[in-house]
């Protein structure tokens, strides 16, 4: 079964295969292992959506989001 923690991560970058392949890798991890790897990507920002409805994102996510 899917791990539930997450209703969606979104993950933006200029290749949309590449964000296809980090959404499901990252989905899968917990939370501060996901971010820890996102953080080393180049060029890549990502958005968790908790099953509580909080929410994190990666360092540089909130230049695509409007808070």
């Given at each position: 079964m899917?791990w539930d923690r ?5 993950i933006?970058c200029?290749d ?8 499901t890798?990252v989905?899968?991890?917990d ?10 990507q ?5 958005l968790w ?5 909080s929410?994190m994102?990666s360092?540089?996510m909130?230049e695509?989001?409007?808070?």
């Amino acid at each position: 079964m899917p791990w539930d923690r997450y209703v969606s991560v979104t993950i933006l970058c200029e290749d949309s295969g590449r964000a296809d392949a980090l959404s499901t890798a990252v989905f899968n991890m917990d939370p501060d292992e996901g971010l820890a790897f996102i953080e080393s990507q180049e060029g890549v920002e990502a958005l968790w959506i908790f099953a509580d409805g909080s929410e994190m994102e990666s360092s540089g996510m909130g230049e695509y989001v409007e808070q």
